[in-house]
């Protein structure tokens, strides 16, 4: 709900947001041009000011001082009236007063379009915008998080989503700040706040006198210069006129030939806060903060244009088109966030139907079993949403899913979508797995899960589904065309290849692009340790994601690959030679790799599992304490990057190194040697430690057990660590 | 268009003897090019003692600028309902505004000033800026202003 809201209000004011935005950033460096050339200020009383400008300039009429603190004089020459900015110094003028035409062009526009009140208004709708954006996008990004306690962690995820929260998490308090000030000042302008305090009474009686010697008039005496907003003379030859004086505190009138006060009233609140709410969105008087909004402003195009194009993205996955629900025999209901499940969906859908099945695809939010009276199965595909949430459209499924009851005839299959490295990894399609089992729903499929979009693991669901339901087929699912690149083999290192358990390191060379190709973005894209590298093997259009043992930095791509019994990616590139290429993109996984700094990085792998820890040892130049556990079969056949171990231990790139081998005399699994490391690791983690694992789900279970045990005595849990970015699996 | 004789009869204490004639009276007022945003004018009368008689025209329709026309806030003691009716918009640099209105006979030759009060954002008050008796002679005789106004004619 407050997604679509959010979508819908951007979109639409997106083109407006960015014109003003822009004329803003403009507006935003006056102030601070206006703060490097404006004469000092002076600690003297408004007393002393006046005298001063009077005696350089005796025509003066009328004395203003700015919220930035600048400080005008109106006065003639001759019979030319003149106004200058005055140095509270001498009194003198020091410089012209006039406001560029720029500036002027700005901020008529920036304003007002250039559509006087219409523009005003228009512009009024803007701000308002802007807050409405800014506060649905706060409770977007505390979801993305996944609370609000998380939300100052550093932020998860890929691409021009990531972007957006990225820059929306800077700008916010400065969009907020100059939207709420917006509609103030809007406010006052078309007088929709109630009236402030008016001006005190004029006058009746006078003195009659002129001339009183403005240095010796107890009221300016006390009222330090600061705090003028402007002083008015009497006009000249006018005996029954006075002098007007506004300050902060509010306005009066003093006689002009004996300097008594004849009226005051002081200002009030509507008064104080327009004047305030003026200084914080013009940055006068506060050029930081002005430049600071400026730099907001800035990422109002960037959201405008990230936004967009994660909406697109999510559109252009499609929909997918379906058989009437009353008619079909396969219901496949869909909960997605970004519009990126859709997509699967769909190639789900394609593969059905190709085998003759009549499906029918829905969202999850129309979950309704009396309108499938044909319907003999059902299968949810449900995305999760930061902390475990339900994605928009699927608002409310749970609740009518809880109260329904299981159908006879009708079984049931859920498989999540969602990503290792947020708190509650597929919470939502969890759920609705337990929520079906206690509502004794029979079972099509057992629960499943989709890591980060991966097509293997699709595809892997894909093949227990064409199992189960006697039919063959395969998910093929190719989320997004992916620009791939041809890399040749530099080195191959294999071991255990007499055991007959193949695995070897590939070191690739990375494809030469010309200086233009770098320019356009269209060279590879900056790697490092942890990402992952999609393989498309020759014969499939499916790839097959590894996890990189080297980054952009290293000069190559490096690769552990284990040789599967049948796998046709592992086949092929175990079997590849020197010289012979492979085809494949580069995937980022930043959440998959060590937080800078001098905190303690633990690594924890098993087989293969190694090359993006191996990768992370290789890149630390900076000597943080990086601590290993790694398992394998037996050093003689399985202990990859052995050599290079031992020498990143002696150089410090490695602060410890332990082992554990299965296939020994005394066997062992590196979930073994952390738990038996329990109380070592839990100080490291407690002292701000971050823990990667790498490896096969089940050593990665086995290691998060054994951790979960070993923090349980400092009060910490796997769940807050992964909270805080301080625990990230990359498994397979 | 508007009518001022009801207005200046029932807004103010000026009062008219026996039925007075009335007649069409346009203000010309061009502005000059003083490179800012469209300027506020207040049109007033004051009678032959000097004392506020009514008020004619408002260009500029927004009231919290009009502290800046300090002669006319001073005179109606920024009273807005001396202008219901009679507001219409700011004027532009380099532009001038016709003003037609009924004014008395009476007004005329009988000690009767004009004032015209102007003001520009960011940019000096002009109080005062015109001040022109009311008179026979004075129809269709420009008066050049100090600040803003480059001339002021009314025609009868």
């Known amino acids: ?732 | 268009m508007k009518s001022l004789l009801a207005m200046l009869a029932v807004t103010t204490a000026l009062t008219i003897p026996g039925i007075a004639s009335a007649s069409q009276v346009t203000f010309t007022t061009t502005m000059r090019d003083y490179g800012g945003p469209g300027a506020y004018l207040a049109y007033y009368v004051t009678d032959a003692s000097g004392k506020y008689a009514g008020s004619l025209w408002m260009a500029g329709g927004k009231a919290k600028y009009y502290q800046h026309l300090s002669g006319w806030t001073r005179a109606t003691a920024g009273n807005t309902a001396e202008i219901n009716g009679i507001t219409g918009a700011s004027v532009g640099a380099g532009r001038s505004l016709s003003i037609t209105l009924d004014l008395a006979d009476t007004l005329f030759d009988a000690g009767y000033q004009l004032h015209i009060d102007s003001a520009v954002e960011d940019m000096r008050d002009a109080p005062n800026e015109i001040v022109v008796p009311l008179t026979a002679d004075g129809v269709g005789k420009p008066v050049s202003g100090t600040r803003y106004i480059a001339d002021f004619t009314y025609a009868r």
């Not at chain 1, 290789?618 to 601590?627: E, F, G, L, T, W």
């Open chain 1, 1 to 732: 709900m407050i997604r679509s809201f959010h979508r819908w209000f951007g979109l639409i004011a997106a083109v407006l947001l960015i014109t003003v935005a822009l004329s803003g950033i403009v507006l935003s460096i006056f102030p601070a041009a206006e703060a490097l050339t404006r004469p000092a200020s002076q600690a003297i009383s408004v007393a002393e000011l006046a005298a001063r400008v009077q005696s350089a300039e005796p025509t003066v009429e009328q004395i203003r001082r700015s919220p930035s603190g600048r400080i005008t004089a109106y006065y003639f020459e001759g019979d030319q009236p003149a106004s200058a900015v005055i140095d509270p110094a001498t009194g003198k003028p020091a410089g012209s007063a006039d406001t560029s035409p720029l500036q002027r062009w700005m901020t008529n526009f920036h304003r007002s379009l250039m559509l006087d009140d219409t523009g005003r208004l228009i512009t009024a709708v803007g701000a308002a915008a802007m807050l409405v954006l800014s506060i649905s996008g706060l409770f977007l990004l505390a979801r993305r998080a996944g609370g609000w306690r998380f939300f100052f962690k550093p932020t998860r995820g890929t691409g021009k989503g990531k972007l957006h929260a990225v820059v929306s998490r800077l700008a916010l308090p400065g969009l907020l700040l100059s939207s709420l000030t917006a509609l103030w000042m809007t406010a006052t302008t078309f007088g929709f706040l109630p009236e402030g305090a008016s001006a005190p009474v004029f006058p009746a009686q006078v003195s009659g006198q002129t001339g009183v010697v403005l240095s010796a008039v107890p009221t300016l005496e006390t009222i330090p210069m600061d705090e003028l907003r402007s002083l008015s003379f009497p006009a000249a030859g006018d005996v029954t006129d006075v002098f007007t004086l506004k300050t902060t505190s509010g306005e009066g009138y003093l006689d002009q030939g004996t300097g008594a006060l004849l009226g005051w009233t002081d200002a009030g609140w509507i008064d104080s806060v327009s004047h305030l709410a003026t200084m914080l969105h013009t940055g006068q008087g506060m050029a930081w903060l002005g430049l600071l909004l400026g730099l907001s402003a800035l990422g109002v195009p960037v959201l405008g244009w990230s936004g967009l194009s994660v909406w697109l993205a999510g559109r252009r996955s499609g929909k997918a088109t379906s058989v009437p629900a009353g008619n079909a025999d396969t219901i496949l209901l869909v909960a997605s966030e970004g519009g990126t499940t859709n997509g699967f969906a769909a190639t789900l859908q394609t593969a059905l139907s190709a085998q003759g099945l009549r499906v029918h695809v829905g969202s999850m939010s129309g979950f309704n079993p009396t309108l499938w009276p044909k319907a003999t199965r059902i299968i949810l595909l449900a995305a999760t949403y930061g902390d475990g949430a339900a994605p928009a459209s699927a608002s409310g499924f749970l609740r009518d899913f809880k109260a329904s009851v299981a159908k006879p005839g009708l079984s049931l299959a859920v498989l999540g979508f969602g990503d290792r490295s947020f708190p509650a990894f597929c919470g939502f399609a969890a759920e609705i797995a337990r929520t079906a089992d206690e509502n004794g729903w029979s079972q099509l499929l057992p629960f499943d899960t989709v890591d980060r979009q991966s097509p293997q693991d699709f595809a892997r669901w894909g093949r227990n589904l064409a199992q189960t339901l006697g039919l063959d087929f395969e998910l093929n699912h190719r989320p997004v065309a992916q620009k791939t690149s041809q890399f040749a083999l530099i080195s191959r290192r294999d071991y255990g290849a007499d055991v007959q358990a193949l695995t070897t390191i590939l070191r690739f060379a990375l494809p030469k692009t010309s200086l233009w190709q770098r320019l356009t973005g269209q060279g590879l894209p900056h790697f490092e340790a942890g990402d992952l590298i999609g393989v498309v093997p020759q014969g499939s259009d499916l790839s097959r994601l590894y996890s990189l043992a080297s980054g952009s930095r290293d000069g190559f791509i490096e690769i552990c690959v284990r040789k599967q019994a049948g796998g046709l990616c592992s086949g092929q590139l175990t079997a590849l030679e020197p010289g012979d290429t492979m085809t494949a993109f580069v995937r980022p996984n930043p959440a998959f790799r060590p937080l800078r700094g001098r905190k303690p990085v633990i690594l924890i792998g098993a087989g293969t599992g190694i090359g993006p820890l191996a990768g992370f040892a290789r890149a630390n130049q900076a000597k943080q304490p990086m601590h290993l556990y790694f398992g394998a079969r037996h050093p003689a056949s399985d202990a990859l990057y052995a050599e290079e171990l031992s020498g990143w231990k002696e150089d410090g790139r490695l602060a410890s190194v332990s082992m554990a081998y299965s296939r020994t005399a005394t066997p062992a699994y590196v979930q073994d040697i952390v738990r038996k490391d329990a109380a070592r690791l839990g100080k490291l983690i407690a002292a701000g430690g971050q823990v990667l694992v790498c490896g096969g789900r089940e050593m990665a279970a086995g290691v998060a057990a054994a951790l979960a045990d070993g923090l349980a005595p400092q009060g910490m849990t796997l769940a807050t660590l992964k909270a805080e970015s301080r625990y990230a699996e990359d498994v397979y």
